[in-house]
């Protein structure tokens, strides 16, 4: 989180029926349109973190019985599957190898056997924060089309937006969801989705209960200027900024320095001999790495060493990653300085504990990479 972002959070609360909140919304709206890559669609922000996104994008747009393809593919689809089946759909899961991302030729297949298109909504997590691992949005938008069919299709980009590639048109996204902690390094605390025109078309007629997440107030609300309910000033100050921020950098050289950063990393984990869950270079996440420990270690008591030891503290291995994998994060404003030390404390620990590694080769590895790119993040700065 960049120290701009806190001070622009760090704001007196402010009446949000004053001509100058109705300023700051419709800003918010459309610069928010730009990092969506949609002309179509329109943002919709709800006090809420990623799981209220997820939720809302669900109830504003199915009815109960609606059938729902999902690939599962870590921990947070899991969880997406998980909350639709509570919302009494009907979700039918295409399970993926733990490394694997979304498979556009599996939706193919099925929704190419969907004659009567009983299947309403294909879910895809673009990056699943839990294995590292980034899906071809557009070859299941590809899939889908071939296939003739007319779900809508609805994308978790809680750690992508902001980060990584994402083009909600282009890809013909019509849910996509994310939230304010992770692109948009602000405090956690809201939801943000894009809703395609298609979408809105389906908020009229679907009958899952909603009510705080009614799309159709809040879209009623955000023309006038206003919120259905009390804002999140602080964090709509910082949404603002945040906005300012990536628009002024340029989405491409956002996305250009996430990927640098995450090179840097994975050339660590080269270096250390050790192994990504993701099963490809094309799957490779550039705002998260997961990675394996080696037979006979445990990733838990390595990241729980790393905390107690050093205060630095490293993502544990998810669901069934649990004891296996442990995860750097890599997005936001990250300095090669700070990816460095990560990795130099992650050395120190696994060396602690006895891991097969040299102490300094991550880091030279990484260093090596990063003053190897260091003029097109120059360049890219300028
Ligand atoms: N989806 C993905 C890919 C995530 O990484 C997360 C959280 O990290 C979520 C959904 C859930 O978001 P939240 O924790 O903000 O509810």
Not at 50 to 69: H, M, Q, R, Y
Not at 333 to 359: N, Q, R
Not at 361 to 379: F, M, N, P, S, W
Request: include cysteine; glycine fraction near 10%; charged fraction near 25%.
């Amino acid at each position: 989180m960049p120290d701009s972002l806190r001070k622009a959070m760090s704001v007196p609360s402010s009446d949000h029926r004053a001509p100058d909140f109705a300023e700051l919304m419709a800003r918010i709206l459309k610069d928010a349109k730009k990092v969506f890559k949609t002309e179509t669609g329109q943002v919709v922000t709800i006090p809420a973190t990623g799981t209220g996104g997820w939720e809302a994008s669900i109830t504003n747009t199915l009815s109960p019985g609606d059938k729902v393809l999902a690939a599962r593919l870590g921990l947070f689809s899991q969880r997406w599957i998980d909350l639709c089946g509570r919302h009494n759909l009907d979700v039918e899961v295409i399970e993926c190898e733990c490394g694997e991302g979304a498979p556009a030729e599996r939706f193919h297949e099925r929704l190419s056997a969907d004659s009567d298109h009983a299947i309403k909504a294909v879910l895809v997590t673009h990056n699943e924060t839990a294995t590292g691992v980034r899906s071809d949005v557009a070859a299941v938008r590809r899939a889908m089309d071939e296939a003739d069919h007319p779900a809508m299709l609805y994308v978790d980009c809680v750690s992508s937006l902001g980060s990584m590639d994402f083009r909600m048109d282009e890809w013909g996204v019509d849910l996509a969801v994310t939230g304010s902690q992770k692109g948009f390094m602000l405090a956690t605390g809201m939801a943000i989705i894009g809703v395609s025109p298609k979408a809105f078309v389906a908020s009229e007629t679907a009958t899952c209960p909603r009510c705080y997440f009614d799309f159709r107030d809040m879209a009623g609300a955000n023309k006038k200027g206003g919120y259905p309910y009390t804002p999140p000033i602080q964090l709509m100050h910082g949404l603002g900024e945040s906005l300012k921020m990536l628009l002024d950098e340029g989405l491409e050289n956002v996305y250009a320095r996430h990927h640098r950063m995450a090179e840097g990393v994975r050339e660590a984990v080269r270096a250390w001999g050790l192994e990504l869950c993701a099963k490809g270079p094309e799957l490779y996440s550039d705002t998260v790495s997961t990675i394996y420990v080696p037979k006979g270690f445990d990733s838990d008591t390595l990241t729980h060493h790393a905390f107690d030891a050093y205060r630095v503290s490293f993502g544990i291995g998810l669901g069934e990653l649990a004891g296996k994998a442990f995860r750097i994060g890599h997005l936001g404003s990250l300095t090669d300085a700070m990816a460095l030390s990560g990795i130099a404390i992650m050395e120190m620990a696994m060396k602690d504990l006895g891991y097969p590694i040299e102490l300094g080769a991550g880091v030279a590895a990484a260093q090596e990479h990063y003053r190897k790119t260091l003029d097109t993040a120059i360049e890219a700065a300028a």
